[in-house]
């Protein structure tokens, strides 16, 4: 166990439609990032939070949004899917996010979405 | 433009036998971190080593080691005596800040290794 909970592992749903995605971070850690895994695209940068508020947006799609509760867990929304936003959705978080912190990020084990 | 390059989507090593995975990388900045992760078929991803802009030695974490060349912006992963439950994608990956957002990690495509018995 990394400490960063996931849920919910697996997820399947219809294009069109809405999901979230939940992510508590690891004890003390102030950062929560969220990327996203496809085959053709590798991993991507979604989107950063820290301590509540916005930090970084990478290749976030106007269809997607998150945030990041007082508790510093957050939610990834996903909404009007389509069968290409089949992914695996990460979220993982560190402590300050500085270059030189030397521990990185702690992924959890990601949310598999299937649209059909 | 790309920021971190793996150039070898698959590699094959003898079990016992040392493998390098390659990794270069783009910065202008002085201040960045390199990372590498492993992420087995089950999916997770594993934080493996470190190296940090300004470290004066390659990083090393048991069997793994880091062959940091910065004038060449390289940042070569090296296994030594290869296992089998080696056998997983292998990522590469900067932080940067130049505008302090948060360090957000790059990642480069993967090295899918597979150690042979």
């Known amino acids: 166990d990394s400490g960063v909970t996931q849920t919910p592992k697996h997820l399947i749903t219809a294009t069109g439609q809405r999901v979230t995605l939940r992510c508590s971070p690891r004890?003390?850690?102030?950062?929560v990032y969220w990327y996203q895994q496809s085959l053709d695209q590798g991993l991507q940068f979604l989107i950063q939070?820290?301590?509540?508020?916005?930090?970084a947006k990478g290749n976030i799609l106007e269809r997607f949004s998150a945030q990041q509760f007082p508790d510093l867990h957050s939610e990834l929304n996903l909404s009007s899917l389509e069968l290409g936003d089949s992914a695996l959705y990460f979220c993982?978080?560190?402590?300050?996010?500085?270059?030189?912190?030397?521990?990185?990020?702690?992924f959890g084990s990601g949310t598999r979405l299937t649209v059909v | 433009a790309q920021k971190i390059t793996q150039t070898q989507p698959g590699m094959f090593v003898q079990e016992k036998e040392a493998v390098t995975l390659d990794c270069t990388y783009d910065?202008?900045?002085?201040?960045?971190?390199l990372f590498w992760y492993k992420q087995p078929s089950s999916g997770e991803m594993i934080f493996l080593i470190y190296?940090?802009?300004?470290?004066?030695q390659n990083a090393t974490e048991g069997r793994y080691s880091l062959n940091f060349q910065k004038a060449r912006k390289s940042a070569n992963l090296v296994i030594s005596a290869s296992q089998l439950g080696d056998s997983a994608m292998y990522f590469c990956?900067?932080?940067?800040?130049?505008?302090?957002?948060?360090?957000?990690?790059?990642f480069g495509q993967g090295t899918e290794l597979s150690v042979k018995p």
């Open positions: 004890s003390g850690d102030l950062s």
């Open positions: 993982a978080s560190s402590v300050a996010g500085t270059v030189l912190d030397r521990t990185g990020y702690t």
């Open positions: 190296q940090g802009s300004y470290d004066e």
């Open positions: 910065t202008s900045d002085q201040s960045y971190g």
């Open positions: 990956a900067m932080r940067e800040d130049p505008y302090n957002q948060g360090g957000k990690l790059i």
């Open positions: 939070y820290y301590n509540g508020e916005e930090r």
